[in-house]
């Protein structure tokens, strides 16, 4: 399932291909996300013009709407969105946590109420592959708990034990139906998690290895800790890893977290960044971000971005976007939707070539100073 | 600047092309709404895609915004837009009547205050012309005014002197810019105005013929008469405008109202109708509209309009396109306003055929009888 490529000479970076039943994935890969089923602003064939090989879908959220009746009658989510290639689905434990609201949580699963209209529904893990079944999903994600940041220890063991009894569960009943349609059921992973403490994440680690999954997600990051303390966790658990399996960071990242994470071996990424920031009007470039709106663009005859070959950038200026912006006009937000994942795809291929050649650390010391030095944007939570 | 290539048989319909600045237009034609320098959703590329040749943009919003410093920064609203077809421009007569406030009219022009930030300005004709060359427009219309319906017969009167008084100034103008800058200028058109009234449309045009325009533009319909109405007046005022030059029917309609316009030989059409319609999630088809929105497409598989070769019924099922709106997703707008758009410019291909072999009345009975018969769309100001 998992073939690695490239080895980088003095990073633990590596290239590699995943093999799925919608087709291959070129690793370190970022996945735009299709939270209800579409990357917001942009059609599934603006995805592959840009070059997006996999996207991330919302388990919660297509779950509640459109629900699942109507993506049966459609076959799967890819047929629903028309998107041929690979979907990742998360296990909708994330936005149960973050997003609903009475949640009760027990060894059996967990009972939530919708954030749209309050109706109670209950997700056991059993019941989450079940779900992602149903969408098609290439890569599945079993049910977990995500702690908060910070998390007393006894809360963070407590929670990693149950996440834990809940992947064996998934595994149990995701290996059933593997036998009876060995043909077309996506991959299962196992989720790393264990808050900020790393003897908890070192157990979570051994014990999923125990369960053995075709590819590893680091879960918990990103969720308010310390830039530091995140690398920190991510170097001691990819180093925990087997090397042969695929291991994704979930929801990181900015372009800085990613360059960080493929360096430490990590080979999959989704983020909501490059999409909601295009969005509120902040585009990422080889120079920083840069705020569209900003007055000084009014009459700016350049491209977003000189470096870039996306649509955007060989047809509009930024005064124009700008000015679309300024009128909350929806093409503005899609031309930098467009962008962002343009430049966040490219980022990729420009780190895979860097990685064949064995030089990712020149390349990331090179985009640092570039990007660290000269961004425009203000008011942004990440870099 | 104008040549008729065929002519029905029945009716008064011809086919013809028109000669810009920027390209050949032929017509009929429907020009798309890119009020402030962009059809709403939809980028200059994408209306190539669908086949537009020329487009309608509005002096009054450019005017104030982005205003026309940042217009000459760019050279023009082709260069500004990135468009390089042919561009209609509007008087800005309309909307300084329609949107602004504090309206104050003498013979010399308007005083307005901005709809936006309550700023004050004055329009006089040559004002108004000197605007539109600043926005490098291909076709131009004088200011005018526009009267409400009802109107008395007094104020219709009085309103239409001095829009002929300022259509004359307006040419004075424009042909001394004419004959410094001969290679690059547009056109100016008259504008017919006369309310309701037989006798004034017709003193218009015979004054409107003696200054002597290459385009005539009848302007004052579909603001709220009935439907037979304006097709009386279109009729009668369309008999009168010489055959040789090109006939534009201001702000008309729908596509029963476009199909009636050509058949009493009109030229030019355009209307926010399919792109509005479009972000309301209610879509032109072959067999009449349809409210997207409607539960009933839920789980329909089929595309928006069977009959149709766009982008978005390629590639889109009402299902999906119903999902999007329901989560009130910007890529729905965008989804419809496209087929929108494609389905009103596939018309006037379709009609220019039909023309073209003589068989319009035929066309247009067979096309009343399947888009009157089926109408799913309900509370729709007009078909």
Redesign the interface.
Known sequence: MFKIIAKDKTTKARTGKIQTAHGEVNTPCFMPCAT???V??????DLKDIGIEIILSNTYHLYL??GL??IK??GSLHN???WQGPILTDSGGFQVFSMSSLRKITEEGVEFQSHIDGSRHFFSPEDVVGIQRTLGSDIMMPLDECVEYPSEKDRAKTSLELTLRWAERSKLVHSKEFIVRRQDIGMLFGIVQGGTYLDLRKYAVSKLLETDFPGYAIGGLSVGEPGELMLEILNFTLELLPEDKPRYIMGVGSPLDILNGIALGADMFDCVMPTRNGRNGCAFTSEGKLTIRNAQY??N?SPVDADCDC?TCK???R??IR??F??D???G???LSLHNLYFYNNLMVKIKGAIERGELSEFKKRFEEEYEGNSKCKNQISK
Chains 1, 2 share one sequence.
């Open positions: 209800y089923g579409v917001r602003t942009l059609s599934s064939e709407r459109p009746e109507i009658t459609f629903f969105m028309n009014a009459k005859k649509f047809n509009y200026t005064g124009y000015h679309l300024s009128l006009e929806m093409l937000l899609r031309l």
